[in-house]
Nanobody, 115 residues
Framework: QVQLAESGGGLVQAGGSLRLSCAASGSSRGITAGGWYRQAPGKQRELVSTITSSGSTNYADSVKGRFTISRDNAKNTVYLQMNSLKPEDTAVYYC?????????WGQGTQVTVSS
């Protein structure tokens, strides 16, 4: 069975950077497309960024120019590089990835940005 393992969250100061990783295991096929979502306390989960099988990327307006999504096919991993972090970026970040014909969710990783 496919599992997505997330890592890279933590506590940073405003203006700092973090890189989130989402690694797929349990399949001979890797991640073909994916996205990152985030959910702040008391709020709904929102889409942050996506990457297609062809490598095209999209970003929410709130993170455009600061975050970068990428994929390493050899490592079956999708990344989210987060720069110039703001307190409003504080949330649990979830990876959503396509492996074969199905979509899977990661367990979430906490990102906290202090003022």
């Amino acid at each position: 069975q496919v599992q997505l393992a997330e890592s890279g969250g933590g506590l940073v100061q405003a203006g700092g950077s973090l890189r989130l990783s989402c690694a797929a295991s349990g399949s001979s096929r890797g991640i073909t497309a994916g996205g990152w979502y985030r959910q702040a306390p008391g709020k709904q989960r929102e889409l942050v960024s996506t990457i297609t099988s062809s490598g095209s990327t999209n970003y929410a307006d709130s993170v455009k120019g600061r975050f970068t999504i990428s994929r390493d096919n050899a490592k079956n991993t999708v990344y989210l590089q987060m720069n110039s972090l703001k307190p409003e970026d504080t949330a649990v970040y979830y990876c959503n990835a396509r492996v074969l014909t199905s979509w899977y969710w990661g367990q979430g990783t906490q990102v906290t940005v202090s003022s």
